[in-house]
T-cell receptor, first 110, second 113 residues
Framework: RKEVEQDPGPFNVPEGATVAFNCTYS??????FFWYRQDCRKEPKLLMS???SGNEDGRFTAQLNRASQYISLLIRDSKLSDSATYLC???????????FGSGTRLSIRP | EAGVAQSPRYKIIEKRQSVAFWCNPI?????LYWYQQILGQGPKLLIQ????????DSQLPKDRFSAERLKGVDSTLKIQPAKLEDSAVYLC???????????FGDGTRLSIL
């Protein structure tokens, strides 16, 4: 089993829809969690950190479920520009071990 | 604020040759990372520096890969000799400290013939 797993997708949803995807992790000692966005042939860019209490940034909501060992990303009122690959990142062992998921591809159609 | 700078953007070499990549992190960022990203996969951490010390290099193939950050600022990653499976994008990232959000450079796209 991979340490960090994501559904590769692609998720193909219409503009304006709400879409959510999860990222599961296997190490219960994981400490920090992030969502990054990566456009085709570009570098990853930080979307948001994930806090224990959950956090929201505009149309994006991130949540952490430590009991079930997953983080989630919810996108409301999706835009065409949200089309990208979404990577989750998990760190543990005093942040020295950093693991990226393989990413979930999201495609928003008009 | 200037971002993470990497060079070159593209490199094509033959197998068994050597190649080096350079990275200049965001000013003041103590932590620097090198990643390998193969097409269709997420980035894989090769090495993490905190200032000029190595924090984690457990996934660095040390028989052919080496990296240094001598003065705690710029860093170089070298591959010698290159193999076909080294074809990938090599990403450099920096952060203010370990466990903090990372900022990535544009990457170097390496093709091995």
């Amino acid at each position: 089993r991979k340490e960090v797993e994501q559904d590769p997708g692609p998720f193909n949803v219409p503009e304006g829809a709400t879409v959510a995807f999860n990222c599961t992790y296997s190490n219960s000692a994981s400490q920090s969690f992030f969502w990054y966005r990566q456009d085709c042939r570009k570098e990853p860019k930080l979307l948001m950190s994930v806090y224990s209490s959950g956090n929201e940034d505009g149309r994006f909501t991130a949540q952490l479920n430590r009991a079930s060992q997953y983080i989630s990303l919810l996108i409301r009122d999706s835009k065409l520009s949200d089309s990208a690959t979404y990577l989750c990142v998990v760190t543990h062992s005093s942040a020295s071990k950093i693991i990226f998921g393989s990413g979930t591809r999201l495609s928003i159609r008009p | 604020e200037a971002g993470v700078a990497q060079s070159p953007r593209y490199k094509i070499i033959e197998k068994r040759q050597s190649v080096a990549f350079w990275c200049n992190p965001i000013s003041g960022h103590a932590t620097l990372y090198w990643y390998q990203q193969i097409l269709g996969q997420g980035p894989k951490l090769l090495i993490q520096f905190q200032n000029n010390g190595v924090v984690d290099d457990s996934q660095l193939p040390k028989d052919r890969f080496s990296a240094e950050r001598l003065k705690g600022v710029d860093s170089t990653l070298k591959i010698q000799p290159a193999k076909l499976e080294d074809s990938a994008v090599y990403l450099c990232a920096s952060s203010v400290g370990t466990g903090r959000p990372q900022h990535f450079g544009d990457g170097t796209r390496l093709s091995i013939l």
